[in-house]
């Protein structure tokens, strides 16, 4: 007798979809504990900081509690990284999911 296809085939594809989401989740436990809004920097101040040291930015953002820049480091590499909206502090640098850096302590 025949297994069922049905349910085989629906394990197929949550297992497929669970593969294609994990680069999705890389981030998924970042939190700045940056505190109320009012007390964040600008997040264009974040940008001017980044261009000084050399980076290329192709977008910026508020994820979580953390300031969220895609772009390029002064060593080439295209990345997402993280910041604290406070201090503006690098905590977690994501090249293609592959963590570059963390801070200590995140």
Same mark, same amino acid.
């Given at each position: 007798m025949k297994p069922p296809l =049905? /349910?085989?085939?629906? +394990?197929?594809?949550? #297992?497929?979809?669970?593969?294609? +989401?994990? /680069? #999705?989740? +890389?981030? &998924?436990k970042v939190t700045c504990r940056s &505190? /109320? $809004? /009012?007390?964040? %920097?600008?997040? $264009? %101040?974040?940008? #001017? =900081?980044?261009? !000084?040291? &050399?980076?290329?930015? !192709? $977008?910026s953002k508020i994820a979580r509690d953390c300031y969220e820049v895609y772009g390029k480091t002064p060593e080439g590499d295209n990345v997402e990284s993280f910041h604290h909206p406070v201090t503006l502090q690098k905590i977690l640098v994501l090249k293609r999911g592959r963590e570059l850096f963390r801070a200590a302590g995140y």
């Amino acid at each position: 007798m025949k297994p069922p296809l =049905k /349910p085989l085939l629906s +394990a197929a594809l949550f #297992a497929a979809g669970l593969s294609f +989401a994990t /680069p #999705a989740l +890389a981030d &998924g436990k970042v939190t700045c504990r940056s &505190g /109320p $809004k /009012p007390q964040w %920097q600008d997040i $264009k %101040q974040l940008e #001017a =900081k980044l261009l !000084r040291e &050399g980076w290329t930015i !192709r $977008k910026s953002k508020i994820a979580r509690d953390c300031y969220e820049v895609y772009g390029k480091t002064p060593e080439g590499d295209n990345v997402e990284s993280f910041h604290h909206p406070v201090t503006l502090q690098k905590i977690l640098v994501l090249k293609r999911g592959r963590e570059l850096f963390r801070a200590a302590g995140y």
